[in-house]
């Protein structure tokens, strides 16, 4: 059986990745996400994919948590919003980073769970994912696991293994988008 490499953003998103695509692959996961802020949220996320690894069988591996170079890679975008410029420079890093891993570990493709969430866009993803593969010389698998009712499913997955569903993507400036769109909905409705 080929191998796979996948990009793991966090465990609500990989239930559905793991539930996809394992069937046809030999696949392992990648946690490699130092745009996630706080630390305390990082490492509350990081239990939950340690968790859900448990609960599945699934292999994976974290890579380093270097929040200061994340910061600086999308310095001057802190006002783009979620689906942004921003999110594509960090989308890229982390498809590049499981790109080059892939094919130092002689894997066959790397793919990405990104895909499942509504807030992010599959035809920019699977964009960079091709373009990293191309840049590494490995097969990138393109994904739109929203489909088919994917999200639906997550949220299902993630009830049945108990694990922690984050509210707001990652980083600090989606943490505030967010927090700004909870309090507009509650003054919407008073």
């Known amino acids: 059986m080929k191998r796979l490499l996948i990009h793991i953003c966090c465990a609500p998103d990989a239930t559905i990745g793991i539930e996809r695509l394992c069937s046809n692959w030999d696949a392992e996961g990648l946690f490699s996400n130092s745009n996630i802020h706080p630390r305390e949220e990082y490492e509350k996320r990081l239990l939950a994919m340690e968790t859900l690894a448990l609960e599945t069988g699934f292999t994976f591996t974290a890579d380093s948590y270097k929040p200061e170079a994340w910061f600086e890679s999308v310095q001057g975008l802190e006002g783009e919003p979620e689906k942004g410029l921003r999110c594509e420079v ?5 498809l590049w980073t ?13 793919a990405a769970v990104l895909t499942v969430s509504p807030h992010k866009d599959a035809t920019m993803i699977n964009r960079l994912g091709t373009e990293a593969g191309e840049e590494f010389g490995i097969e ?3 994904t739109d696991l929203k489909k088919q009712d994917g999200f639906k499913r997550s949220v299902e997955l993630t009830k049945q293994y108990g ?7 990652g980083c600090e400036y989606s ?3 967010n927090a700004g ?3 507009q909905n509650t003054e919407d409705k008073t």
């Not at 960090?90 to 982390?94: G, H, K, L, T």
């Not at 499981?98 to 790397?110: E, N, S």
């Open 90 to 94: 960090c989308i890229r890093e982390r």
């Open 98 to 110: 499981t790109a080059r891993l892939a094919r130092d570990k002689g894997f066959d493709a790397f």
């Open 140 to 142: 990138y698998l393109p």
């Open 163 to 169: 694990i922690y569903r984050q509210d707001y993507c």
């Open 175 to 177: 943490k505030r988008q």
């Open 181 to 183: 769109r909870r309090t």
